[in-house]
């Protein structure tokens, strides 16, 4: 038995699932408007990271009197820090500058009394030679090697030949006069040893006006052309002697 096809009936029927596929279909789109505006939550996240302050970076020490070290610069530095900065290079200035007169003075000093050929020093050793070699001496005091000299007397025979004191003088005619003794010891005995040097006006070295030697129980003995002074005494006119 044939059966009579009636298209109003099947659209009737199909109404239903058509409007079941509409509802899934926009069921299935609303997503998609959601993924639309997933850029709200990033730019959340942005401001939210931006609110809060960047790490600051290490802070500096005060710079002072004590503890700069000059790695800041001055364009860095506060009113009180230049200060302080100011004060350090000053002193260091002021120290670098008493060193250098200090300095100065112990080679000047050096020089004069110890280097120089008219210090104290010289004269000394040049003195010290002739007595050694001196016949007179040694008969006296002993062998020449065995003639020591030394200063002033000290509590410590170590050091006492560290001592030695010296006296100049200019008379009126600009004549400079240099005095100073030491002493002597062999191993026979022992003396003291006088020395008068005399510089006069333009001349550079000294020369012996007197150098002596006198030893307990025995007469003064003079060394150099002394001696020979000593022999020839000039003889009085008018009641002095002229020479």
Known sequence: MAVSYHP???????????????????????PRASFTTSHTPRATHRTSTS???SN?????????????TGSVQWGQLSPGEKAA?????SLNFIVVAVGVVLTGTISYLLFTDVF????KTAYFNRSHTLIRSSPAIQSLLGPSDSIRAYGESSWS???RNRFLSANVETDKWGTE????????EGDLGMGTAHVHLVRRPGDIEYVYEELSVDVKGHRRIYLESKE????????KIFGARWW
Do not use: C, Y
């Open 85 to 89: 900065r100011t004060t350090q290079q």
């Open 157 to 159: 025979r170590m050091a």
């Open 51 to 53: 609110s809060h302050p």
């Open 116 to 119: 120089s050929p008219t210090s």
């Open 177 to 184: 006069h240099m005095r100073f003794r030491f002493f002597v």
């Open 228 to 235: 020979e002074k000593k022999g020839k005494v000039a003889p």
């Open 56 to 68: 600051p970076g290490p802070t500096r020490r005060s710079v002072t009197v004590i503890n700069d």
């Open 8 to 30: 109003t009936e099947a659209i009737a029927l199909l109404k239903p699932v058509f409007r079941h596929l509409r509802v899934r279909t926009t069921q299935f789109h609303t």
